[in-house]
């Protein structure tokens, strides 16, 4: 479990606290540091699934630790970018925001459903792309104000929840899809008629049994000849 892939994954999660402080620490030296571990948090992203397919380290503890360190870490950024001081998105931007921590709830709630039926739900490209985006306007968000190019994060932090609508909507429709298919054969099954079912289970069943008396009447009837026979000799 401990190993090299999931150790990067897990450092995910052990950075948060850190990138939390700078709500609290106003710093610029401190939004740097945070802004840098967020980058490299969101770098290991990559790798921790390169080197595991590499390496032949893949694991079910990576697999669902994966995707809940990549949303914790996310959720975590974003509340930085409302609850900082120096407002580093307007109140317009809310929106995204919202848009990207509602698509995360939902996901994770489909991805619970669907594994009690044993359906997986796989990631597509389009939602690597919109991981990227959120990344990279998270990244640059964070250094607003201390990098000139910061601002450009908000742009980016818009078209990520784009993205991040079209591809939860794809998932959602999917799950919709899988439960058409389950209301679809319950429906087909209780429109069976009682008198078929009844009869091809008696088919089945009396077969064996009819197979069985004949046997048995004609063991009868041999005796009876061979007794007769016995008899006329006698």
């Known amino acids: 479990m401990y190993n090299l892939p999931n150790i990067l994954t897990i450092s995910r999660i052990v950075v948060i606290p850190l990138i939390f402080l700078s709500v609290y620490v106003t710093s610029s030296a401190w939004a740097v540091f945070a802004a840098i571990l967020f980058i490299a948090a969101s770098i290991t992203d990559y790798f921790d699934g390169?080197?595991?397919?590499?390496?032949?380290?893949?694991?079910?503890?990576?697999?669902?630790?994966?995707?809940?360190?990549?949303?914790?870490?996310?959720?975590?950024?974003?509340?930085?970018?409302?609850?900082?001081?120096?407002?580093?998105?307007?109140?317009?931007?809310?929106?995204?925001?919202?848009?990207?921590?509602?698509?995360?709830?939902?996901?994770?709630?489909?991805?619970?459903?669907?594994?009690?039926?044993?359906?997986?739900?796989?990631?597509?490209?389009?939602?690597k792309w919109k991981t990227g985006f959120q990344m990279t306007a998270l990244s640059m968000l964070l250094l607003k104000g201390v990098w000139y190019w910061g601002g450009i994060g908000e742009i980016l932090l818009w078209v990520a929840a784009v993205l991040t609508f079209i591809t939860g909507y794809q998932y959602f429709q999917k799950s919709l899809d899988y439960i058409h298919k389950i209301n679809k054969a319950t429906k087909v099954a209780a429109a069976t008629p009682v008198k078929k079912v009844v009869k091809d289970v008696a088919k089945k069943v009396g077969r064996p049994a009819a197979k069985k008396q004949k046997t048995k009447t004609s063991v009868a009837k041999k005796a009876k000849v061979s007794k007769v026979k016995k008899e006329a000799k006698e």
């Open 50 to 127: 390169y080197l595991a397919r590499a390496r032949g380290e893949t694991s079910a503890f990576g697999r669902l630790l994966d995707p809940i360190a990549d949303k914790l870490l996310v959720a975590s950024a974003l509340v930085v970018l409302l609850a900082k001081p120096d407002m580093l998105i307007t109140r317009l931007s809310y929106i995204p925001v919202v848009v990207i921590l509602c698509r995360e709830i939902l996901v994770s709630g489909l991805r619970e459903f669907l594994m009690e039926v044993k359906v997986g739900m796989p990631v597509t490209r389009l939602a």
